[in-house]
């Protein structure tokens, strides 16, 4: 019997995908074990990228297991560090320092996409069926792929380190080791930086979900959080500077920070901060994500230098997810099922 995880609101779908995987058991056997069909349930699983690699937790966070891949094929032996994934249906996606990773059948089998250089940051199209355009972040600059990520060309943006992409539509929100800077044209040119964001990388990013009509862009490094109120020609500091910020969310009217000293929530654009860091470690938050479902944003997980942490209160209270000892550098899970428009059946 398939369990849904505690607190799951609206209507969740379980995806069952049958894939021939290779049995976990010692290097030396594993080429002479048979395959055996393992079932993922994408509203239980999720992904953690850390400096060793990917790893998966078919269970919530209850159990962990590294993801590689079956031979003969692409597997993940040379992916690396992990910094970058996004699971969109079937499809897995996962940058890191071996490149760019594609899998189609929920992260069960994989195929490389690119190998040119380490991978930092990735950004597909949201209406891949109509616009197989993927941007690829990379240490020295910025590629895009107008085929799916089958070949990959140079931008405009060069010999700079590309961190963090945001694609709201038709704008393209890049965070560089230079600032933030901004294209209109699908990456044929960019806007120098705007004034007011302190010199060095910018390792979060967060972006208005109606940029077209209200640009405000949040960005995040080694100085605390910045606030930009016109898609980035000029740049103010929040309240919460002073330590490192590597990620920011921002959901629905809270904006939330992970850095140094543990997990940040502003209820007012930055003006103020509440602390939410009972049960984490004295360690650096890197990742927060938020699954889709429950919608109420009650339930998250954070990635530190210690491993996985789990809150069901809105980051009131953590407690412990797996993967100690990790140094977690992305975080991932499914998207849910939209719910139905009409009246829930009883």
Do not use: C, N
Request: proline residues 8%; charged residues 15%.
């Amino acid at each position: 019997m398939l369990r849904f995880r505690p607190g799951t609101l609206g209507v969740l779908g379980v995806a069952l995908f049958a894939a021939h995987a290779v049995a976990q058991d010692d290097p030396g056997a594993r080429k002479a074990s048979p395959r055996r069909i393992d079932a993922v349930v994408t509203s239980l699983t999720l992904f953690a990228g850390t400096a060793q690699g990917l790893w998966r937790s078919p269970d919530w966070g209850a159990s962990w297991d590294p993801v590689v891949g079956p031979t003969p094929g692409d597997t993940l032996e040379s992916l690396g560090a992990a910094r970058a994934l996004l699971p969109l249906g079937p499809q897995v996606w996962v940058a890191g320092e071996g490149g760019l990773y594609l899998s189609e059948d929920f992260g069960v089998s994989w195929k490389r996409l690119f190998s040119g250089a380490s991978a930092l940051s990735f950004m597909p199209s949201r209406y891949p069926q109509s616009d197989p355009t993927v941007f690829l972040g990379t240490g020295s600059g910025l590629l895009r792929s107008v085929d799916a990520g089958t070949t990959f060309a140079p931008t405009a943006l060069v010999s700079v380190p590309v961190s963090r992409l945001e694609w709201p539509g038709p704008a393209l929100v890049v965070a560089t080791g230079r600032g933030v800077v901004i294209s209109e044209d699908a990456a044929l040119t960019f806007r120098d930086p705007g004034q007011g964001l302190p010199e060095g990388e910018v390792q979060a990013l967060a972006v208005s979900s109606f940029f077209g009509v209200d640009p405000v862009l949040f960005a995040g490094g080694a100085y605390g959080v910045y606030r930009s109120p016109d898609a980035g020609r000029t740049w103010k500091a929040t309240t919460l500077t002073g330590r490192s910020i590597f990620d920011l969310v921002w959901l629905g009217p809270f904006l939330y920070a992970a850095g140094e000293g543990g997990v940040f929530r502003s209820d007012d654009i930055g003006r103020t901060w509440t602390t939410l860091s009972e049960g984490l470690p004295p360690k650096l938050a890197r990742r927060i994500m938020f699954p889709l479902a429950p919608a109420a944003g009650l339930e998250a997980f954070v990635g530190t230098d210690d491993g996985v942490f789990r809150t069901t209160d809105g980051g009131q209270h953590w407690q412990r997810a797996g993967l100690e000892g990790h140094s977690i550098l992305a975080l991932a899970t499914f998207p849910a099922p939209q719910p139905s428009s009409g009246k829930r059946k009883k």
